[in-house]
């Protein structure tokens, strides 16, 4: 669960490498829809009721852990923002080809959806604190 979350942040640090590559192709879309697969491979588990946790050391020393909540609201919320980021990502490499920017917009979008997921899963105070303020950070990159 930690990649899934850390997957848009992963996939912003390496646009500066692949951003010739991204600008020509449906490439990137490939994130969000494995994400999307990824979530929905937990559907059954929560259908039937199941609330999963995912547990992660953060700062052992402090008794800091990462933690992660996935229960039918979550998953609602994950497939929401992994469906509609497949959406964006697949109608951007049609829409904006060949945009001086594209893979600026590749890179805020992806890390948006990430601190979305990190959002929406976190179970954690200090964890939705500060995934909270990453989606208002990139959230104004739109502006």
Not at 98 to 106: K, N, V
Request: one cysteine or more; glycine letters at 8%; a neutral charge.
């Amino acid at each position: 669960m930690l990649i899934a979350v850390l997957s848009g942040f992963i996939f912003a640090a390496c646009i500066p490498v692949l951003g010739r590559f991204l600008k020509f192709s449906i490439v990137p879309a490939l994130l969000p829809i494995g994400l999307f697969t990824f979530f929905a491979s937990f559907l059954p588990e929560i259908a039937s009721g199941k609330t999963l946790y995912f547990n992660y050391d953060w700062v052992p020393s402090l008794g800091v852990n990462l933690q992660f909540h996935l229960d039918g609201l979550a998953m609602l919320f994950c497939l929401l923002i992994t469906g509609i980021g497949s959406l964006v990502f697949l109608y951007t490499s049609n829409y904006l080809a060949g945009h001086r920017y594209l893979d600026r917009f590749y890179g805020y979008l992806s890390m948006f959806m990430g601190s979305m997921l990190g959002l929406v899963l976190s179970d954690n105070i200090i964890a939705l604190f500060i995934f909270l303020s990453v989606v208002l950070s990139s959230s104004d990159q739109f502006r």
